[in-house]
């Protein structure tokens, strides 16, 4: 099982800085990663597939990067409806034993 | 407007069953691959399960693999989860998901429902 690491596990920042997220993989899996907001009571939300491509209606803001083992999420200029969990996907194994990440909790 | 919508969950003793259900709608159900994902009370998201287009090809995580089965019926848009077995750790809000076929090697998830709360307890 391809086991996904993220840090920090809560991110402290203020509305209009930028917030890096980090995602580890305990085995390279290439560009194969999903990132996901996850509000309390609200279904997740994809905003990052293939590492770097922002799925339909996400802001530039936005953005990912990495490949192989280490990827990260960048915030830019952060606003208040952005304050939420980040998770990360790999989608690589097959057959599909797709995992999540801890979670990172991003907070005011 | 692409909908999902779980029903089924509740309370159930330890060893017990229950059949999670995902209505579709606003899309061509056939057309996807669907999963369960789900999230333990505090904890992060886990993958449970997925199932292709036509129901011929379906993956579970190790941890229920035996006791759970996930099915669909196209001609009713809906997705399903039986769980048999159930255990105090398979406490869990239950999401259905939508393979959003851009993903390069695997499924990543473009929608989801609001999820339904299974309470495994005595």
């Known amino acids: 099982e391809i086991v996904m690491t993220q840090s920090p596990p809560t991110l402290s920042v203020s509305p209009g800085e930028r917030a890096t997220l980090s995602c580890r993989a305990s085995q390279s899996i290439s560009g194969n990663l999903a990132w996901y907001q996850h509000k309390p009571g609200q279904a997740p939300r994809l905003l990052i597939y293939d590492a770097s491509t922002r799925a339909t209606g996400i802001p530039a803001r936005f953005s990912g990067s990495g490949s192989g083992t280490e990827f990260t999420l960048t915030i830019s200029s952060l606003q208040s409806e952005d304050f939420a969990v980040y998770y990360c996907?790999?989608?690589?194994?097959?057959?599909?034993?797709?995992?999540f990440g801890q979670g990172t909790k991003l907070e005011i | 407007e692409v909908q999902l919508v779980e029903s089924g969950g509740g309370l159930v003793q330890p060893g017990g069953s229950l059949r999670l259900s995902c209505a579709a709608s606003?899309?061509?159900?056939?057309?996807?691959?669907m999963s369960w994902v789900r999230q333990a009370p505090g904890k992060g998201l886990e993958w449970v399960a997925n199932?292709?287009?036509?129901?011929?090809?379906?993956y579970y995580v190790d941890s229920v693999k035996g006791r759970f089965t996930i099915s669909r019926d196209n001609a009713k848009n809906s997705l399903y989860l039986q769980m048999n077995s159930l255990r105090a750790e398979d406490t869990a809000v239950y999401y259905c998901?939508?393979?959003?076929?851009?993903?390069?090697?695997?499924?990543?998830?473009?929608?989801w429902g609001q999820g339904s709360l299974v309470t495994v307890s005595s």
């Open positions: 996907q790999q989608y690589n194994s097959w057959p599909p034993k797709y995992t």
């Open positions: 606003g899309f061509t159900l056939s057309s996807y691959w």
């Open positions: 998901a939508r393979d959003a076929g851009i993903c390069s090697a695997g499924s990543c998830y473009d929608n």
């Open positions: 199932i292709k287009q036509d129901g011929s090809e379906k």
